[in-house]
């Protein structure tokens, strides 16, 4: 069982920057690949970007070259700097953790909200 823990959102202006960060409650973060997910209201849950516990990251094309993900695995958080946000950016940002080993379990956080004004 994982439970994850998000803090860092806030209301920030346009070009502005944030930092989230994700506490992973588990004895074994490095056994979870972790990601962030964005939700804006009346759209799908979308992802942002996710790492490895090596390291590897993708991005959402959207955030790429503004948004940068990383971890602490000594620490079991995951982070995400948010700069040159855009009112589109505006969103409750959730953690997940998705197990390595099938069946990949998911687990998600209670989401933190994002809200960029313009």
């Known amino acids: 069982q994982v439970e994850l823990v998000e803090s860092g959102g806030g209301l920030v202006q346009t070009g502005g920057s944030l930092i989230l960060s994700c506490v992973c409650y588990?004895?074994?973060?490095?056994?979870?690949?972790l990601s962030w997910y964005r939700q804006a209201p009346g759209k799908e849950r979308e992802s942002v970007a996710r790492?490895?516990?090596?390291?590897?990251?993708n991005y959402a094309e959207s955030v790429k070259g503004r948004f940068t993900i990383s971890r602490d695995n000594a620490k079991n958080t995951v982070y995400l700097q948010m700069s040159s946000l855009k009112p589109d950016d505006t969103a409750v940002y959730y953690c997940?953790?998705?197990?390595?080993?099938?069946?990949?379990?998911?687990?998600w956080g209670q989401g933190t909200q994002v809200t960029v004004s313009s």
């Open positions: 997940n953790a998705e197990y390595i080993i099938s069946p990949r379990t998911n687990y």
């Open positions: 588990t004895t074994n973060s490095n056994m979870y690949v």
């Open positions: 790492i490895s516990s090596g390291g590897s990251t």
